[in-house]
């Protein structure tokens, strides 16, 4: 059962002095950015600010040197997040990569795997593309059917994958996929294996139109695809453990709650001047929200540093930010009487039809709300 406490994250100076720094470097950067596209900021794609951040020792942050990382603190990784996120700048170009699949690599990957891949991820110039979600699947990630044949030199890969962020621009995929029994074993039998996406024959990217109307979702299909035996992942049949280990990351960080962060920026503009007492009550209480999500993913972040497993933890915070992000565009339409329109000029209507039509979303990516809560009552010991 783990011990549910979220420690304090201490005073960190070299943090603090660099959010100065990060802060004037985007406030120039994005000067020109205007806020409808600064709501976008998980799926604005931009390889090359993302390589701007890697030319700066912004990426990769705590990964060792010898594999293009800089040895900072994950405190200081959290300020460059934290950072980006609030001012809205593009970071899919570096976001799955830096966040989740370089980690991956550095703790499960072959040492050829990382001397290959990391110091690319880590300048900025190697798109990563995750591939969990299948079909028929829900977020039943164990019921995965994907699957990868072992032959002479390697695998072949058959199944397809879905939901898949960024597929069409990515340049690798770590694929969680079957190289053993049947979906009947659950999580025995599982594997990852690193695909090369612009050199491996026998896949196709579909893509899935959101209700936004935008392009970030894809179905990727798999068809006797091969991949040589370099690219299995640590090892074979632990693809269970790797993954959840890999999903501890893509839940406990800020973006867990600063995805909506432009519609609450627009609000409190147009809240402007307002004497509405429901307006000072609402807009104080989405703050102690925040703060109260920030204490926690900071503390999610002094685990990491520590070295432990914040498995539970992460998952309580993206449940939390979940929530706060989706009733934010609710709390929004009963502040102001306004109905959503992307095409308008005013930038808070704009904005609020953008989250109000992404927000279904927020409790989608990364597990969804079920799966989550099963996990925090598991790790409680209650389940």
């Not at 959101?210 to 040589?228: I, K, S």
């Not at 839940?251 to 600063?258: D, I, K, Q, T, Y």
């Not at 930038?347 to 992404?358: G, K």
Request: include cysteine; aromatic fraction near 6%; proline fraction near 5%.
């Amino acid at each position: 059962m783990t011990t549910l406490r979220f420690p304090t994250p201490p005073v960190h100076g070299a943090a603090e002095a660099l959010r100065t720094e990060v802060r004037a470097f985007l406030a120039d950067a994005l000067a020109d950015r205007p806020p409808l596209r600064r709501a976008d900021s998980w799926n604005g794609f931009d390889r090359e600010f993302s390589r701007k951040l890697g030319q700066r020792g912004w990426l990769g942050m705590t990964w060792p040197k010898k594999y293009g990382g800089h040895e900072r603190s994950a405190f200081e990784r959290y300020v460059v997040v934290e950072e980006t996120l609030a001012a809205g700048a593009p970071v899919a170009a570096h976001w799955i990569a830096d966040r989740q699949s370089g980690p991956s690599l550095l703790k499960y990957g072959t040492e050829d795997q990382k001397q290959s891949i990391l110091p690319g991820i880590a300048a900025g110039e190697t798109v990563f593309c995750i591939g969990m979600s299948e079909p028929d699947s829900g977020s039943d990630l164990a019921a995965t059917r994907t699957r990868a044949t072992p032959v002479d030199g390697g695998w072949r890969v058959t199944g397809t994958k879905l939901w898949t962020t960024g597929a069409h621009d990515a340049d690798y995929m770590i694929l969680f996929c079957r190289t053993s029994g049947t979906p009947a074993d659950r999580q025995a039998g599982t594997s990852q294996l690193l695909v090369d996406l612009k050199a491996t024959d026998g896949i196709t990217i579909r893509p899935i139109i959101d209700l936004a109307g935008q392009h970030h979702f894809n179905e990727v299909h798999f068809e006797e695809a091969f991949l040589p035996s370099s690219a299995l992942i640590g090892s074979e049949g632990a693809g269970w453990e790797q993954v959840m280990s890999e999903l501890a990351f893509e839940r406990s960080g800020p973006e867990r709650f600063l995805s909506s962060m432009q519609l609450l920026i627009e609000l409190i503009g147009a809240l402007r001047g307002s004497t509405s007492e429901a307006a000072e009550l609402a807009l104080g209480r989405l703050t102690a929200h925040l703060v109260t999500l920030r204490r926690l993913s900071r503390g999610v972040a002094a685990m990491l540093e520590a070295g432990e497993n914040p498995g539970t933890h992460a998952a309580i915070v993206k449940d939390l930010g979940a929530t706060f992000e989706q009733d934010l565009p609710d709390i929004a339409r009963n502040l102001i009487d306004a109905e959503p329109d992307a095409g308008s000029t005013s930038d808070f209507i704009a904005v609020l039809a953008h989250i109000t039509m992404n927000a279904p979303s927020f409790s989608l990516r990364g597990g969804t709300r079920e799966i989550l809560r099963g996990i925090i009552a598991r790790g409680l010991g209650l389940r």
